[in-house]
């Protein structure tokens, strides 16, 4: 039976730095079998996971020998912390390594939204030349509002402060004189909802931030602001954003993350028929380069674990 099981895709490489020294089982299939997850848990002393695997609850249960949870990635919420602090397994995220491609998947995203050009390659090469209908926005003298203001909003923050926009952000667990703001400006979350161009979202899912953006908040936004969500699924009522996309009451979003993954047929009905949306699938940390960057820090911590002694 493997001391290492490998739940989701990893990069080939970090997988057999692994395998060369240990037991390892990987199948990038087995979140969606979770019997066979579960019967190969059986022996397993590390199980290294993205997003979409349950890690709580029965699975824990079918793994009486484990010992630490790798992360290819930096959100925890679908892991069961306390259950797993309860059993003194160790839970290590990818911190840091997935950094730089949610920051460029919200500038991109932005000016996408703002320029509002890049889908008419249909109506150009059918003749229709849709120039007057076209004419965006520039980024460039905008403001962007960060709710959360960790690691990632601080890549966005450079980012974008290079293109020529004011930083403002949002971040109560950020003590107002900590270094860490540097030339961003602090403000409360009203505030930023009316002043920001671009609204991005930085923070965990939590009981206090789950629908922190809901139809009040979407209200208090300019009518043509563009808001992106590559943060967590759930900080965001969908129902609220597609009506409010829908009345013209906000410019435009891009979703990464949903608040049911994978985002089914049905669900995804609230959104069909918006022009102004972008809609992917929980990709922004997830690049050639990322992948490599993250499956290379859990490999190490991995190994780092499991011959510590």
């Not at 306390?82 to 003194?88: I, P």
Request: glycine share 8%.
């Amino acid at each position: 039976m493997p001391e290492i099981v490998i739940a989701e895709f990893m990069d080939e490489t970090a997988v057999e730095h692994m395998r060369q020294r240990h037991d390892t089982l990987y199948d990038a299939t087995l979140v969606d079998r979770p019997d066979a997850l579960a019967a190969a848990l059986a022996e397993a002393r590390v199980l290294v996971v993205r997003n979409r695997t349950q890690v709580r609850g029965a699975l824990l249960a079918a793994a009486p020998r484990l010992e630490m949870v790798g992360r290819l990635g930096v959100g925890l919420d679908n892991i069961d912390l306390a259950a797993c602090a309860a059993r003194a397994i160790a839970v290590v995220p990818a911190t840091g390594a997935n950094d730089l491609s949610v920051a460029e998947y919200v500038i991109t995203t932005a000016m996408t939204l703002l320029r509002g050009a890049y889908a008419a390659s249909g109506a150009v090469a059918a003749g229709a030349w849709p120039r007057q209908t076209l004419i965006g926005r520039e980024l460039s003298g905008r403001t962007i509002g960060l709710l959360g203001y960790g690691a990632i909003a601080r890549e966005v923050a450079a980012r974008a402060r290079a293109l020529g926009m004011a930083v403002v952000a949002h971040d109560p667990l950020l003590d107002a004189a900590d270094p860490a703001w540097g030339t961003t400006r602090p403000m409360t979350l009203d505030a930023l909802l009316v002043a920001a161009d671009v609204v991005s979202l930085h923070v965990p899912l939590t009981e206090a931030t789950r629908h922190m953006i809901g139809a009040a908040e979407l209200a208090r936004m300019k009518d043509d602001a563009i808001l992106v969500n590559a943060a967590r699924g759930g900080v965001i009522d969908e129902t609220a954003l597609a009506a409010a996309l829908r009345a013209g009451r906000i410019g435009g979003a891009a979703l990464d993350v949903f608040e049911a993954e994978p985002l089914t047929a049905e669900a995804g009905k609230k959104f069909v028929g918006l022009p102004n949306l972008i809609l992917t699938p929980h990709i922004a940390g997830v690049t050639v380069e990322s992948n490599i960057r993250v499956s290379a820090v859990i490999a190490d911590a991995v190994l780092a674990h499991l011959e510590a002694r």
